[in-house]
């Protein structure tokens, strides 16, 4: 399966992801009479279906791994960035 996202918005649908993996696990759903659908079943009891639905069924350790190095790794270049653009300004001043 291909990679439809960009990366900084994939980033965030896996943390998402790792979040709703952790809420979602032992939910137990139940229908009203009005969202039962046409054969009178519930089309949603628990929340392992609703992340099967959505492909979110994931290990939530590799995922938080992930979000962990991506935050380093953003801090480290806006960190370069701010320090190249402070060495460029004080060079200009003098």
């Known amino acids: 399966m291909g990679n439809r996202y960009p990366s900084g918005v994939c980033a965030l649908l896996k943390f998402l992801g790792a979040v709703m993996t952790v809420s979602l696990r032992g939910v137990t759903f139940y229908c009203t009479p ?3 659908s ?3 079943t519930c089309p949603v009891t ?3 279906q609703v992340l ?3 492909n979110l ?6 995922y938080s791994l992930g979000m962990v190095a991506c935050l380093i790794i953003y801090r480290f270049i806006a960190y ?3 320090k190249f653009k402070l060495m460029r300004w004080q060079l200009k001043r003098v």
């Open 38 to 40: 046409a054969d009178g």
């Open 57 to 62: 069924d994931v290990d939530t350790t590799a």
């Open 52 to 54: 099967q639905l959505y």
């Open 80 to 82: 370069a960035l701010l």
């Open 46 to 48: 628990s929340g392992e």
């Open 34 to 36: 009005g969202q039962l």
